[in-house]
């Protein structure tokens, strides 16, 4: 089956400007992640849904970033506006509700300038 | 709240030697443990996990794990490295919240071989 799929692979921003990911799951995967992974660091949750509805959302930074699930296939991440400690690696996860395994996709390597 | 240590930041192993990363962690209940790795510029791919049972797990490219509830570890081995299993190493505990499973990752073990 095919994996995770993240866009863009890379994105380089001036700060204050916004910016959006964009994550399509893996079929049947009604589970969605989203975690920012600073340099040398494990990664960690910003929030996750299940199908359309954010169940966890309490370490996203509301202030600034957004997400979204429509119809519970795609999501996007949106920060605005970025600011240099936004600089990181953006990463969507999916699971299938009858597995407890996350498959991660390729992530977005996020430099605020 | 749950919680995942990986004591050694960097390792340097030669190409043939075996291998073990250390992972503790601290959790209330039966923990769910996974090992992932992640290549550069890559995402992170599943290694091997635990939920129950047999306490040493069997992962794919040769990798095992072992679970310690004595010692809160759950430390990755390998008997015979190659040169391609140079990447990050990333250790989490999972904790269930209503239906869903959610991940608490360590710092990582960054991995390097030497031919």
């Known amino acids: 089956e095919a994996g995770v799929v993240q866009s863009p692979r890379y994105k380089i921003i001036e700060k204050k400007q916004p910016v959006a990911f964009w994550c399509n799951p893996i079929s049947g995967h009604n589970t969605l992640y989203w975690y920012r992974q600073n340099l040398g660091q494990g990664p960690e949750l910003l929030i996750r849904?299940?199908?359309?509805?954010?169940?966890?959302d309490s370490q996203l930074p509301k202030d600034r970033f957004s997400a979204e699930r429509l119809k519970g296939v795609d999501s996007t991440l949106k920060i605005q506006p970025a600011e240099l400690g936004d600089s990181a690696v953006y990463l969507c996860?999916?699971?299938?509700?009858?597995?407890?395994?996350?498959?991660f996709g390729p992530g977005t390597r996020l430099t605020v300038l | 709240a749950q919680s995942v240590t990986q004591p050694d930041i960097h390792i340097t192993v030669s190409e043939g030697a075996s291998l073990e990363l250390r992972c503790n962690y601290s959790y209330g209940a039966t923990p769910y443990l996974f090992w992932y790795v992640q290549s550069p510029g890559q995402g992170l791919q599943l290694l091997l996990k635990?939920?129950?049972?047999?306490?040493l797990v069997q992962g794919i490219k040769g990798f095992e794990a072992e679970f310690k509830r004595s010692q809160s570890s759950f430390n990755l081995r390998k008997p015979s490295v190659h040169w391609s299993d140079a990447a990050e190493y990333f250790c989490a505990v999972g904790s269930y919240t209503g239906t869903a499973s959610k991940l608490t990752f360590g710092t990582g073990t960054r991995l390097q071989v030497t031919l």
């Open positions: 635990y939920f129950s049972g047999d306490t």
């Open positions: 849904y299940e199908n359309e509805e954010a169940v966890d």
């Open positions: 996860a999916t699971r299938r509700a009858s597995t407890d395994t996350q498959y």
